[in-house]
């Protein structure tokens, strides 16, 4: 991963925290302590959803999901992290699976225009019996060519260790699904 990305993401981090402490500091100038109290509240909700992406294992992944949570918040856009199941269960190794997980989020986040409306990127990972999934959703008006060449080089990545990576399109959203080999309980 990316020494550069990680730097901004930092940068990001400590804008947001000063950001909220100024806020706070605002309200408690202007005696709101009822607002002041509110804030602190959103603030630490925020700061608890940026722990999920931190916690998550293998790093490569949470890196991944940190850069592309970075690159939303330029887009406007908003990550919607579902974590139903465990990357780490998943038998790609961490560097791949972070490395083409960048790949197909970077490629589905610039296709953001904005005139699209929907300005969510839902994220879920899910176990199923020998099978760990990670679904992509957005809105089909981000849809754009240079998704399937990602798509594509990042299956033929994912095919190396049994799994495969497609598109779909339904009512209005775009599913980039990843269908890949759960370690073997041992």
Known sequence: MDIDMFLEIIRMQ????????????????????????HYINEAVMQINRFGEYIHLRPPEVAAALLGARNKAAKYGVEIDLQIGGNPELCLVPGKDLGLSLQ?????????????????????????????FICRLGFPISAYSKELDQSIEAVNQNMSAWGGRVVLSETKGLCEVLFYLPAKEAG
């Not at 100024?22 to 009822?34: P, R, Y």
């Not at 409306?117 to 990972?125: A, E, I, K």
């Open 14 to 37: 400590r804008h947001d925290f000063l950001n909220h402490i100024q806020v706070i500091s605002g309200f408690l100038q202007l005696n709101k302590t009822e607002q002041a109290r």
């Open 103 to 131: 790949e197909v989020m970077g490629k589905a986040l610039s296709g953001f225009l904005p005139e699209v409306r929907d300005r969510n990127l839902r994220v879920g990972f899910m176990d199923e019996p020998g099978k």
